[in-house]
């Protein structure tokens, strides 16, 4: 009876530590079927922003309006060292140290990630993949600086990373050789602005938008490489653009 007693306790405190982990895990998201985007907003009330959101990403950039917008001062140094299979895209975490300024507001960059097909379109022109370089304040406010990218000659920096992708969703490694952001930006940065919102569960809006009017170029092996590797395309549909503004 003692034995059965303690068994009993025992399955108790499995089942309660079980429901407090299963209470802080967030809902399963996907790019296809039951967890894709047109569910996001329903599978989970913190990801309410992806169905009612007014302000979200990605856009087709079109009717820019022309403004006075200040360059971007980038302070990038060779940071990217640890390279993510996080099973929704590939992610090059950075070191600490490097900036940006826009409007004379900071931000550092925390990682890069990649999508294909491009998830933002300029004038309706999508292209074979799109890099997000994530940056955050101090206040954790986000600006993204997105890149296009076309088919073309081989990326040798990308390939940096390229060559240490992980195969399998969940897995990471150390990147030997540190890749330098800096170098997978166009030369020429001129840039649209826009608010926007993470492309990405929870949807969360106030991000500011800076897609680079110039593009880079990977190889077609090397897009192709990581389309394989997620196994299914990794971009959210087009949102409205409701009443926002475009600027160029």
Same mark, same amino acid.
């Given at each position: 009876m003692k034995k059965r007693c303690i068994e009993l306790s025992l399955v108790i405190v499995v089942l309660f530590i079980t429901s407090i982990v299963l209470a802080g895990e967030k809902a399963h998201w996907g790019y296809s079927g039951s967890e894709g985007p047109e569910h996001w907003g329903a599978l989970d009330p913190e990801y309410a922003l992806c169905s009612k959101g007014k302000n979200q990403s990605p856009v087709n950039l079109k009717g820019m309006i022309e403004s006075d917008l200040p360059p971007i001062t980038i302070n990038y140094k060779s940071g990217g060292n640890e390279i993510v299979n996080n099973g929704h895209t590939i992610q090059v975490n950075y070191s600490p140290g490097s900036t940006i300024k826009v409007n004379g507001h900071g931000f550092e960059l925390k990682q890069f990630h990649f999508h294909s097909p491009s998830e933002n379109t300029l004038e309706g022109q999508s292209y074979p993949m799109e890099a997000h370089f994530v940056h955050a304040d101090e206040d954790g406010n986000l600006a993204v600086i997105a890149?296009?990218?076309?088919?073309?000659?081989?990326?040798?920096?990308?390939?940096? @990373?390229?060559?240490?992708?992980?195969? !399998?969703?969940?897995?990471?490694?150390?990147? /030997?050789?540190?890749?330098?952001?800096?170098? =997978?930006?166009?030369?020429?940065?001129?840039?649209?602005?826009?608010?926007?919102?993470?492309?990405?569960?929870?949807?969360?809006?106030?991000?500011?938008?800076?897609?680079?009017?110039?593009?880079?170029? @990977?190889?077609?092996?090397?897009?192709? !490489?990581?389309?394989?590797?997620?196994?299914? /395309?990794?971009?959210?549909?087009?949102?409205? =653009?409701?009443a926002r503004a475009i600027l160029k």
């Open positions: 890149v296009m990218f076309k088919a073309g000659d081989k990326n040798a920096e990308l390939e940096k @990373a390229w060559a240490h992708m992980p195969e !399998k969703a969940d897995e990471k490694g150390e990147l /030997p050789l540190s890749v330098d952001a800096n170098i =997978l930006l166009p030369h020429d940065q001129d840039y649209y602005r826009f608010n926007g919102s993470l492309t990405t569960p929870p949807c969360s809006e106030g991000v500011w938008w800076l897609v680079m009017k110039d593009f880079q170029t @990977a190889s077609e092996e090397q897009i192709a !490489k990581f389309a394989n590797r997620m196994h299914h /395309p990794n971009n959210r549909p087009l949102q409205p =653009l409701n």
